[in-house]
């Protein structure tokens, strides 16, 4: 009987010590899903107003972004208004709406919906007025409450096609 009383009490120190693990496991994950729900609504109130306080806010200062349109990674806040920059001067009224996304730990899985009107130029091709609609696939990495990596994938073939550059199937 004082053998079964010990393996009963080592189990349930086990048992107590697992729970202890994966509570201080949870209460150190980098963000909850909530925060990381905010970071990213907060992210699109900033690519739709182009708001740098924004920018500030939501991307860490050494945040490194993977764009199509720049050979080589751009970084922080200020990288990431280079790009709405590029992207406001060819379409002025540009808005990104996130359809979805998926979350695991701290990445992010996010599909966009890019709507504007071609009024400047664009990789060279002069306004054409023509309006575009276009998706976007971007991954999002995050900690401490802000992005610290983004990897872009728009679908530039359809802006292309849309504005008249490329001809459409």
């Known amino acids: 009987m004082a053998r079964e009383h010990r ?15 994966r509570t201080s496991l949870e209460r150190h994950s980098k963000m909850p899903s909530q925060s990381t729900e905010s970071v990213m609504n907060r992210f699109v109130e900033f690519i739709n107003t182009g708001n740098e306080d ?4 939501v991307i860490s ?3 490194v972004f993977h764009a199509p349109s720049h050979p080589e990674p751009l970084r922080g806040p200020d990288g990431y208004m280079e790009v ?8 002025p009224d540009v808005q990104w709406t996130l359809e979805e996304t998926v979350t ?39 900690a401490d409450g802000r992005i ?14 849309q504005i008249g550059a490329v001809p459409a199937p």
């Open 7 to 21: 393996f009963d009490v080592h189990i349930e120190s086990m048992l107590r010590s697992q729970v202890s693990a």
């Open 54 to 57: 924004l920018a500030r806010e």
């Open 61 to 63: 200062p050494d945040a």
């Open 84 to 91: 709405l920059g590029m992207m406001r001067s060819a379409f």
């Open 104 to 142: 695991e730990g701290d990445t992010v899985a996010a599909r966009f919906t890019m709507q504007g009107t071609h009024d400047g130029e664009f990789f060279g091709i002069p306004a054409s007025g023509n309006k575009i609609s276009v998706q976007a696939m971007n991954f999002y990495y995050l």
């Open 148 to 161: 610290v990596g983004e990897r872009g994938q728009p679908d530039l073939l359809g802006v292309m096609q």
